[in-house]
């Protein structure tokens, strides 16, 4: 098995959102992902100012070219804001104060910065009015997500309509506590033979038995596992970084920001994930496959 994890902020101690990432680093972090049963990620940086995903992307890319194993690694960026809803809760571990409303010039800036290896960027269909540059990025060749979100049904729509593909970590990036039905969980999966639809298999970001319950609404072929781990991943408990700011990992492996009820990424390997998915959903190998590997790759069109 190959798998591709289409959301990876860090690892074993490495930060992709490190405004002072070095070459060494990054190395060791695509070491210990192949280590531990990846193969393929799309490198993932936060929310951030414009000036400072500049500074971070640029870097990323540089530091990729110059290393083979990275090279082999690293297909490409998941670009996670800062077009993304301020608003406590939906908002999660990325920063309110550097989160902006969508407009082109900026997402130019990002892609230019990413040189050319940006294949997600995840936005709220809500501050991208009328989904301009959801149809601009499209037309760029990448994937637009929607992620920390509450667009309404009606924006989601148009969105689709102007070129979104995928949700990023479905019932995540949102308050702990939800409306009983009209809700952006509700409202994707009415959508949901249009949408690729991402999860979390950790156990924490979504209990096992409703992550059932998503699969089975939404269908293998329309869904696929990433780990969005960061960069505590394989280390146990402690405090991290995730783009400057601390992360603290419980006994249990949940990484919060201290003080948050809201989790900051994840701490799952893909050797762990593969179990979960085997143990706690009874998939068979080569459903997970179809999760891990073979969807990540039709999403993206691979």
Request: charged share 20%; hydrophobic share 40%; with cysteine.
């Amino acid at each position: 098995m190959n798998p591709f994890d289409l959301q990876v902020n860090g690892y074993a101690g490495v930060d992709f959102s490190a405004l002072e990432l070095t070459g060494e680093q990054l190395h060791t972090a695509c070491s210990a992902i192949r280590r531990d049963g990846g193969d393929r990620i799309l490198a993932t940086v936060i929310t951030d100012s414009v000036e400072g995903l500049e500074r971070k992307l640029t870097n990323l890319a540089s530091l990729r070219d110059r290393d083979e194993l990275a090279g082999e690694v690293i297909a490409g960026f998941h670009i996670e804001g800062p077009f993304l809803s301020p608003v406590p809760g939906y908002i999660g571990a990325h920063s309110p104060s550097a989160t902006q409303r969508a407009n082109i010039e900026d997402a130019q800036r990002l892609l230019d910065a990413a040189g050319g290896l940006a294949r997600i960027i995840t936005l709220a269909p809500e501050v991208d009015a009328e989904s301009r540059v959801t149809r601009y990025l499209t037309e760029q060749g990448v994937v637009v997500a929607a992620g920390h979100t509450d667009a309404s049904l009606d924006e989601l729509r148009i969105a689709v309509d102007q070129g979104l593909t995928m949700v990023t970590h479905l019932g995540n990036g949102c308050p702990v506590n939800l409306p009983r039905h009209d809700n952006i969980i509700q409202r994707v999966l009415s959508l949901r033979d249009q949408l690729w639809i991402g999860f979390i298999p950790d156990g924490h970001h979504i209990d096992f038995y409703a992550l059932k319950n998503y699969l089975d609404l939404v269908g293998l072929e329309r869904s696929f596992m990433v780990t969005d781990t960061i960069s505590a991943a394989g280390l146990g408990p402690g405090i991290y970084e995730l783009a400057g700011e601390p992360v603290e990992v419980d006994e249990a492996g949940a990484a919060r920001r201290p003080g948050s009820a809201n989790l900051s990424g994840s701490t799952l390997t893909m050797q762990q994930l593969h179990e979960n998915l085997s143990r706690y959903l009874g998939l068979s190998d080569s459903e997970i496959e179809q999760l891990v590997e073979i969807n990540p790759r039709k999403a993206l069109g691979d």
